[in-house]
């Protein structure tokens, strides 16, 4: 297939820059920063493109001391960007002079998929943006909804989700925390990471019959109650954990190699991560100690005591120590739920809403009347608008729902916090070699199936 | 009038169209020419609104202003929240971007952008983020089809 230049100038177009350049003719405007990146030197008119060879023969220029810009692409596929996340990097030297993030790679249109189920349906689909983090995404989508229909959830349910909401930030940060020694060449770490990560997984596959993307929260509660033996199970972990941590601490913390990869890299004041959006440890660490759970508790927090851990350096390795910390402080809050655990319901005793128990079924022909219903055509909620917010382990989980009071979404919006944190990418890395952007982009933490939904 | 409303008002007045509570969330819609005054006036008010937690949009075929676009603000001391709210309009949707009150907005509104075709005035880089650059329609309109995708591959040959 030939294909020329849309300016007519009758030149072959790599298909990348063909697609970069489609979008701007059909809307009959200038290339934007990005668009222009991505195109690359296809994208210049004639006149520039005269300009530029001018300049690099100027930079042609090999006597010692000239430096030649180099532009390098790094992904979509890279083993150290966690995911399809793609970079494009200019590099003076070895050091990093602007980076443009490419992402989009990972989009599966579950937004819009949700418009097209129903509420009950959609929950499905939720738990599958944030792929280290499914209960996080669920919390933020079932609270919303509640939020709207104005149902209360039981406090059991409330307990079950904070139990399992702490639980898997553990988990999510121990990918974390394994992928990012890894990179850093600490590969040790990673085993033992996962093998901790695996037992949650295990208890996560007890609890809700699937290791990962568990769609076991429910509107009004949770799918089910816990089963027998899980209570003591996640106490045999939790006090296995602190001993671990203390083994992944002496690994790293005091590491030579660690800390000269980490201190003093990708630095950024807390006011303009704010100005960002940056949330969650990235903004901790940088010494702001917003956590939506103490400053605006959700589903039960303000039961229990835990501390926010903080850093004022705003580098890699104090974003790493907050987030150690946070795995600690996840213990503590674990340990509280699983000693206080209230008895009582799961899901609140709403038959318009929460499918009735199985065993009435047999008996009942209201239950079973409800249950097709239910299932068939799904629960309505009234007309409104919800937004609620949790702190998920990389930050401010977001959902926004808009109902128009059928029994599926008029629109489902999430907030994931990768997306709004990966922004900082680009000021974070400028200035730096461009072996610290991984060490960079590894303690933003970002999960692309959160960024691209 | 609410706390939010008057810091507005003061700043800007005229700028706030209508506010009310809904669910226990404080709405504010405000006319979208006056939508980055009121952010800012928001953003170094005393309510300290520091945060811009989401930009994001819903369409509504059947209204005049088709395009709603909501902004969540969050308040980092208080954790106290409040929506803007603002309709774009429906032939050729247009708003002027936040981006100078808060550049965390970009990717937000080039989402927004991506997904409902609503431009940006003003905003720095507005191309596709999440579809592929050279994607034709707004995927999140609820007038653009579904279903329907051509199978690329199938074994039935």
């Given at each position: 297939?030939s294909?020329t230049?849309p300016?007519t100038?009758?030149f072959?177009?790599a298909?990348e820059?063909?697609?970069?350049m489609?979008g701007?003719l059909?809307?009959q405007?200038?290339?934007?920063?990005?668009?222009r990146?991505i195109?690359g030197?296809?994208?210049y008119t004639?006149?520039?493109a005269?300009e530029?060879?001018l300049a690099?023969?100027?930079?042609?220029?090999?006597r010692p001391?000239v430096?030649?810009?180099l532009l390098i692409n790094?992904?979509?596929?890279?083993?150290?960007?966690?995911?399809v996340l793609?970079?494009?990097?200019?590099l003076?030297?070895e050091?990093?002079?602007e980076v443009?993030?490419v992402?989009?790679?990972?989009?599966t249109?579950i937004e819009k998929?949700?418009?097209?189920?129903t509420?009950?349906?959609?929950?499905?689909?939720?738990?599958?943006?944030?792929y280290?983090a499914?209960?996080?995404?669920i919390?933020a989508?079932?609270?919303?909804?509640?939020?709207?229909?104005?149902?209360e959830v039981p406090?059991r349910?409330?307990?079950?989700?904070?139990?399992?909401?702490e639980m898997?930030?553990?988990?999510?940060?121990?990918?974390w925390l394994?992928?990012s020694?890894?990179?850093?060449g600490?590969m040790?770490?990673?085993?033992?990471?996962y093998?901790?990560r695996?037992?949650?997984?295990?208890?996560?596959?007890m609890?809700s019959?699937?290791?990962?993307?568990?769609?076991y929260f429910q509107?009004g509660?949770c799918?089910?109650?816990?089963?027998?033996?899980?209570?003591?199970?996640?106490r045999a972990?939790t006090?296995?954990?602190?001993?671990?941590?203390?083994?992944?601490?002496?690994l790293?913390?005091?590491?030579?190699?660690?800390?000269?990869r980490?201190?003093?890299?990708g630095v950024?004041?807390?006011?303009?991560?704010l100005?960002?959006?940056?949330t969650g440890p990235?903004l901790r660490?940088?010494?702001?100690?917003?956590d939506l759970?103490k400053?605006a508790?959700y589903?039960?927090?303000?039961?229990f005591?835990f501390?926010?851990?903080?850093?004022?350096?705003g580098d890699?390795?104090?974003r790493?120590l907050v987030r150690?910390?946070?795995?600690r402080?996840?213990?503590?809050?674990?340990?509280?739920?699983?000693?206080?655990?209230?008895e009582?319901?799961?899901?609140?005793?709403?038959r318009?809403?929460?499918l009735?128990?199985?065993e009435e079924?047999a008996?009942s022909?209201?239950?079973?009347?409800h249950?097709?219903?239910?299932?068939?055509e799904?629960f309505?909620?009234?007309?409104?608008e919800?937004?609620a917010?949790?702190?998920?382990?990389?930050?401010?989980?977001?959902?926004?729902?808009v109902?128009?009071g059928?029994?599926?979404?008029?629109?489902v919006?999430?907030?994931?916090?990768?997306?709004?944190?990966?922004?900082?990418?680009?000021p974070l890395?400028?200035?730096n070699y461009?072996?610290?952007?991984?060490?960079i982009?590894?303690?933003?933490?970002?999960?692309?199936?959160?960024v691209d939904? | 009038?609410?706390?939010?409303?008057?810091q507005?008002?003061?700043?800007?007045?005229g700028a706030?169209?209508?506010?009310?509570?809904?669910v226990?969330?404080?709405?504010v819609e405000?006319?979208?020419e006056?939508?980055v005054?009121?952010?800012r006036?928001l953003?170094?008010?005393?309510?300290q609104f520091?945060?811009?937690?989401?930009?994001t949009?819903a369409?509504?075929?059947d209204e005049?202003?088709r395009?709603?676009?909501?902004?969540?603000?969050?308040?980092?001391q208080?954790?106290?929240r409040?929506?803007?709210?603002a309709w774009?309009?429906?032939?050729?949707?247009?708003i002027e971007s936040v981006?100078?009150?808060?550049?965390?907005a970009?990717?937000?509104e080039?989402e927004?952008?991506d997904?409902?075709?609503v431009?940006?005035a003003?905003h720095p880089?507005l191309?596709?983020?999440?579809?592929?650059l050279?994607?034709?329609?707004?995927?999140l309109?609820r007038?653009?089809?579904?279903?329907?995708e051509?199978?690329?591959f199938?074994?039935?040959e």
């Amino acid at each position: 297939m030939s294909t020329t230049d849309p300016r007519t100038e009758n030149f072959p177009l790599a298909a990348e820059s063909r697609e970069a350049m489609e979008g701007a003719l059909r809307e009959q405007r200038p290339l934007t920063p990005t668009e222009r990146v991505i195109a690359g030197v296809e994208a210049y008119t004639p006149e520039e493109a005269a300009e530029r060879t001018l300049a690099n023969e100027m930079l042609a220029d090999t006597r010692p001391g000239v430096r030649q810009p180099l532009l390098i692409n790094l992904g979509p596929n890279h083993p150290s960007t966690h995911g399809v996340l793609r970079l494009i990097v200019e590099l003076d030297g070895e050091v990093v002079k602007e980076v443009t993030p490419v992402i989009g790679y990972l989009h599966t249109g579950i937004e819009k998929q949700c418009e097209n189920k129903t509420w009950w349906q959609a929950i499905t689909l939720v738990t599958r943006m944030d792929y280290l983090a499914p209960f996080a995404n669920i919390t933020a989508y079932t609270m919303s909804v509640e939020k709207l229909l104005g149902i209360e959830v039981p406090s059991r349910a409330e307990w079950i989700r904070v139990l399992l909401g702490e639980m898997n930030r553990l988990a999510s940060h121990l990918v974390w925390l394994g992928t990012s020694g890894l990179e850093l060449g600490a590969m040790s770490v990673f085993f033992y990471c996962y093998r901790e990560r695996d037992q949650l997984l295990d208890l996560f596959e007890m609890v809700s019959g699937e290791r990962m993307n568990h769609r076991y929260f429910q509107v009004g509660g949770c799918a089910q109650d816990l089963p027998p033996g899980f209570i003591e199970r996640v106490r045999a972990f939790t006090d296995e954990m602190p001993k671990r941590i203390d083994e992944y601490e002496a690994l790293l913390t005091g590491n030579p190699i660690w800390k000269d990869r980490m201190k003093g890299i990708g630095v950024l004041p807390a006011g303009e991560l704010l100005a960002l959006g940056v949330t969650g440890p990235t903004l901790r660490a940088a010494g702001v100690p917003y956590d939506l759970r103490k400053v605006a508790p959700y589903s039960g927090y303000e039961h229990f005591e835990f501390d926010v851990p903080t850093a004022t350096e705003g580098d890699s390795f104090a974003r790493y120590l907050v987030r150690v910390q946070e795995m600690r402080e996840s213990l503590r809050i674990i340990r509280q739920v699983i000693d206080g655990m209230p008895e009582g319901r799961v899901i609140a005793d709403d038959r318009k809403v929460v499918l009735p128990p199985r065993e009435e079924l047999a008996y009942s022909m209201e239950a079973l009347i409800h249950h097709f219903k239910l299932v068939s055509e799904g629960f309505t909620v009234p007309a409104g608008e919800a937004y609620a917010p949790i702190e998920s382990p990389r930050g401010e989980m977001g959902c926004y729902v808009v109902s128009d009071g059928g029994p599926k979404p008029h629109r489902v919006h999430m907030r994931d916090p990768s997306f709004v944190n990966l922004q900082a990418t680009a000021p974070l890395c400028k200035g730096n070699y461009l072996a610290d952007l991984i060490a960079i982009v590894a303690t933003l933490d970002p999960v692309m199936g959160g960024v691209d939904r | 009038m609410s706390d939010v409303s008057a810091q507005i008002e003061a700043v800007t007045p005229g700028a706030v169209v209508a506010e009310f509570t809904h669910v226990g969330e404080l709405t504010v819609e405000v006319r979208r020419e006056r939508i980055v005054e009121a952010c800012r006036a928001l953003r170094d008010g005393p309510g300290q609104f520091a945060l811009l937690s989401d930009v994001t949009c819903a369409d509504f075929p059947d209204e005049p202003g088709r395009f709603r676009m909501a902004y969540h603000l969050a308040s980092i001391q208080t954790g106290s929240r409040v929506r803007l709210r603002a309709w774009a309009g429906a032939l050729e949707p247009e708003i002027e971007s936040v981006t100078s009150v808060w550049p965390g907005a970009n990717w937000m509104e080039r989402e927004v952008y991506d997904q409902f075709g609503v431009h940006f005035a003003g905003h720095p880089d507005l191309c596709r983020i999440l579809n592929p650059l050279d994607w034709s329609g707004h995927p999140l309109r609820r007038d653009y089809p579904i279903g329907g995708e051509e199978v690329q591959f199938t074994d039935a040959e």
